[in-house]
Every structure is written in structure tokens, then in C-alpha cells.
């Protein structure tokens, strides 16, 4: 099995060289520099960007299995979006099951009136099933606000209803064929072979099924929610959520970043548990993870952000202030003397003048940024505040980890409200011209103020998982972060 797996990875690896081949160090031209982004348009920017990435992921490139919707269903998920009668369907390459990675490079001109041509080319598909793609991609495609931002129309939201199906899909993806013999969620290789399980995918499962379940059980009138509520039984994944606790606690995370995600995805087992035998259960190991983390030293900066993102919320979930002192302790006294003003980005250490960013390591810093600009002390929150749009900026647009425009997928309407700046930065080149569709690569480094991209690759989980954490907050609340008023009411 893992000669198998090793050959795979090498044959992966050979492409990414293939691919990167020409790498991108052009610097941006003086006209793209008079356009920054601010506290005002950031988080929109990053909606849209996350937003391009699961659109691409799961409807045009078709990497995946092919979903495929009888007409009384579409039917229903038409009437929730408010259609009176069927309108036509565009030819879209829907998938439930998600692969693990490919090529998003186009094999010909693409054109976003005709979506069939957005299509990435299938002999480039790592089919590898992957817990974390499919986990990540459930999170994304069940977090509510998410949906209720930039959602007016009634296109929008059939393309939002459409993906009711494919969550399903997800999670009997994962509860069907991801499980190894051990109970524990792992990645299957082609020929039916498992990896080894990590730990944080087997948190990754219980956010993603929580998420699910709160969804199907919300009370909420909007038409998302009602969906949820309309056709989905949150009965039918309380199974796949049990599982995933019992999968974490045999497989228990060690490392910050494993830590955090746990944290986060207790939480939301908290809310979504239906005994207080297992809401009690969900919060002392949620507990335990934090003092964990509270009495770690992180080294790396994806293990150090990802610590103050875990504790942050852990000192919400608890409402224990110790939590949040912690938090703010590593980010005055490990993350901030990272950042570098001259290259726009935390380095790897205060005297490195290089950094290599991955969606893990960029989704790691976002979570942190939001974590204490939105729930720190008013002195951190200021900062983090003021670094954010300039990270943002740097990684996803000059380092270019974000690979073309997302904007022909705003509908004119949106730019009418907002400049057409806020959702695409103008120093991104269209995707025809670039060749390649509007997602993440894996990896780009900085050497000398000057980003190449190392990585072009596009890999399912880790590129949901910053689409994760690339939010917008709606009515005070942000999908990466446990809702205030359930906390209040738990608590």
C-alpha cells in the first residue's frame, strides 16, 4: 500500500515540476498599485475569493464524481431558491465526491458564459479520496453565512441549494468509504488502499457533520436554512458525527494546529448535540485541548497562529478569560515580531529574509488576524486590524497563491453596490489570460521581496480549508467562528 501511495505522490510531484516550469515573478505594474485593500473591502475580497475556489472545486472543473440530480429534486431545491417555473439549467460539471487535487490549468479558452469550457482537464485528477477534501468542502458548503452574503438573486441561490445535495454526498462519502477498519477517517487510495489517518481530519469530520446537523436543525426562515430544513434529516448524520468524536478521541491530536481545529469542531458538536451526556462530553475535551495549547510553546508560525485562533475560541466556547490572555500573549510575543512591514508577511523568523506560503500556512494567519481583530483586547485588535488587508493582499495578489481574477464570477449587480475592486483586485490577471482557473496554488515563496509561484497545483483540502477561513461577517457573525448567541445560551 505504501509503495503504492509513494508512487503516486512522485508521479504528483513530477507534474507540480512540470507546471512550474515558468514560475510568476513579474512585480505588479504601477497602475495595479494605486488600488489597496482596507478594513472597508477586505473581508469581501477574501468572501469572493473563497467563494471562486468552492464554485471551481465543486461545479466547473469536475473534480470529482459526477452528481447527478433527478428533476423532482432540482424541482425542489428550484422552489426554495424562488422559482415559479423551471428555468433553464446551465451545463455545469456538478460532483458530490470530491477528489484530492488537480491541474487547474484550462485544456482550452474558457468562457464563464458557457460553463461547460471551465472544465479542468481530467487526466491531471489525483483521485485519491480524501477526508480533508471532503470534510473542508461539507464545512464550506454548510456554513450559513457564507450562503446569506452576496445571495439576492434567485441565481445565487440556486447555485447555493445545488450544493445541498453535494454535502450529502460528502458526508456519505465519508461515512461509506472513508472509515478504515479502525473507525478512524482516513484517505483511500484508488485501488481501494488506505493511508494513515491523521488526527486533524478526524476533527475536520466532526465540524463538518455538526455543521450539517445545525443546519438541518436551525430554525432560522431564510431560504437556506429552510432548505436545510425541508430536505435534510439532521437525524440521519448524527451517526457520522458520533463516529468522528469517537474517531478523535482514539486518535488524539498532539500539535497546536490539530489542537485548534478540534477545539473549534467540539464546539460546534456542543451545539449540535441532542443529550447533555454528550454536550457535557464535547465541552471537557474541547477544555482539554485548550489547556493543552495554553501550556504549549508553537514554534512553527502556522502552529503559533493556529493556537491563538484555538484559544480565542476556546475562551469563547468556556468563557474563560484565561484562554484569551494565552492568545494574546502569543500574538504580542511570537507572531507579531514575525511580521515583516517591508515584505508585507510574517516570515519564518525574525531574520529570515524568505517565506514559503501554502493555503494551510495562509489559512492559519487569516484565522488568527480574524480571531483577535474581531474577539481580542482593543490594542491587538487595532493591529491585527492593520496587518490583515496588507497579508491579504501580499499572499493571495502579489504572491499570486490566489492563480487569476475571480471577478467574471460577480454578477454586475454586486459591483453596482461595491467598486468592482472590492471583489477581484485589478493586479489579477482574467483567467483566460492567465490559463488558469481562479484558485489556489499549493505553495509560493518570497525570496528578496520577489514571489514565485513554487506549487501550482491545486489540492482539495487544503484550498477549502483557506476557503474556510476566508470569511465575511454577516449580521456580527463569521462562519469560522462558534455563533455568539448559541455560545451565550450553551454557556
Known sequence: MRTRMLTRRLLHAVMVLLLSAVPFTEPLADTHDTFHYDASNVDTAAHWAARSTLANAVMFSGLGEPLRLSMSAMDDLLKHAGYITRPPMPNMALVGTVYAGGSPRYPQRPDFAKPATLAWDAASFDSTLDPAAQAWTLVK?????????????????????????????????????????DGLFAARAPDGTYAAPEPVDQAAVLWGASNLILAAASEADDYWHTAYRDLINPDDYRALASSALAALQKLLPQDAQARAIAIAALGRYALAANTPDTRRQALALARDHANALRASTPEALEAVALAIYGLIEASRLAGDQVYSDAAHRLFRNRLVPLWSEQHGVFLESARAGTATYTPERTAAVVAALNA?????????????????????????????????????????????????????????????????????????????GSWTVTDPMFRTGPALFLSNMLVKRHEGEADAFLPEQRLHDLR
Not at 142 to 163: G, I, W
Not at 393 to 413: D, H
Open 141 to 181: 458548503i454548510t456554513s450559513p453565512n457564507f450562503h446569506l452574503l452576496f445571495h439576492d438573486r434567485k441565481e445565487d441561490r440556486r447555485a447555493a441549494l445545488v450544493m445541498l445535495p453535494q454535502a450529502k454526498a460528502q458526508a456519505d462519502t465519508l461515512w461509506k468509504r472513508l472509515r478504515n477498519q
Open 372 to 448: 483577535i481583530r474581531w474577539y481580542g483586547a482593543e490594542g491587538a485588535a487595532s493591529q491585527a486590524a492593520a496587518i490583515y488587508p496588507r497579508f491579504f493582499e501580499t499572499v493571495l495578489i502579489r504572491g499570486r497563491l490566489l492563480q487569476s481574477s475571480p471577478a467574471p464570477l460577480v454578477p454586475a449587480v454586486y459591483q453596482e453596490k461595491e467598486p468592482a475592486a472590492h471583489f477581484a483586485h485589478p493586479a489579477l490577471p482574467a483567467p483566460a489570460e492567465a490559463g488558469v482557473s481562479p484558485v489556489f496554488a499549493s505553495g509560493i515563496t518570497v525570496d528578496d
